[in-house]
């Protein structure tokens, strides 16, 4: 689905009353929806302010975390919503650090901002699985889903997960759980160091 055609369903609004808004024919619209034409460039900056969202929106098809951060954008206008704090949460990208992540007065824009991080860990699941046809740690991958089904709460999951990240080098030294954590690492470690992985 393209952008222009999502957006418009989200704001409830039919292809006559944003052409009445453009200025122009209604054709125009459902020629850009099905894609036989493109959105001139002219009436991008028109429809980025009529709706607050970024030109590139409008005119490609959208994933599903693009379409969560243009609902993220219409709760935005729409709840006016305030900061009431920030919390540290750990992000995995370019650069793998510690952010700040804004806590909200509207329990709709947390939700969202959670809603938006499980479809971005999704898609890299994805990502990661598909990186090669004939994938030979497929047995892993089942593994990891299993364990996530069975057993994502058990401390010991998360303990040994983060000292992976730590042995392997994707998450930095600086970033720890605490002194406990640091411990179980160190135990951990000297274990894998003693059968040399």
Request: glycine share 2%; charged share 30%.
């Amino acid at each position: 689905m393209i952008g222009l055609e999502y957006i418009l369903s989200l704001y409830n609004m039919q292809h006559i009353e944003l052409a009445e808004r453009l200025g122009i024919k209604k054709q125009n619209i459902n020629l850009w929806i099905k894609r036989k034409q493109n959105i001139p460039k002219k009436y991008l900056p028109i429809l980025t302010e009529l709706f607050g969202i970024e030109e590139e929106y409008f005119i490609k098809e959208l994933t599903e975390v693009e379409k969560l951060e243009i609902q993220k954008e219409k709760l935005k206008k729409d709840l006016k919503p305030i900061i009431t704090n920030h919390e540290q949460q750990f992000m995995i990208g370019d650069v793998n650090d510690i952010v700040e992540v804004p806590v909200y007065d509207k329990e709709e824009m947390n939700t969202i901002e959670r809603n938006i991080e499980k479809a971005k860990l999704v898609s890299r699941f994805k990502q990661a699985i598909e990186m090669v046809d004939d994938n030979p740690n497929l047995d892993t991958f089942k593994l990891i889903v299993e364990l996530l089904e069975k057993s994502q709460h058990e401390v010991i999951l998360h303990k040994t997960i983060e000292a992976l990240a730590h042995y392997l080098e994707v998450l930095p030294d600086w970033v720890s759980t605490g002194p406990e954590q640091d411990e179980f690492e160190s135990d951990l470690f000297e274990v894998l160091d003693d059968n040399n992985y």
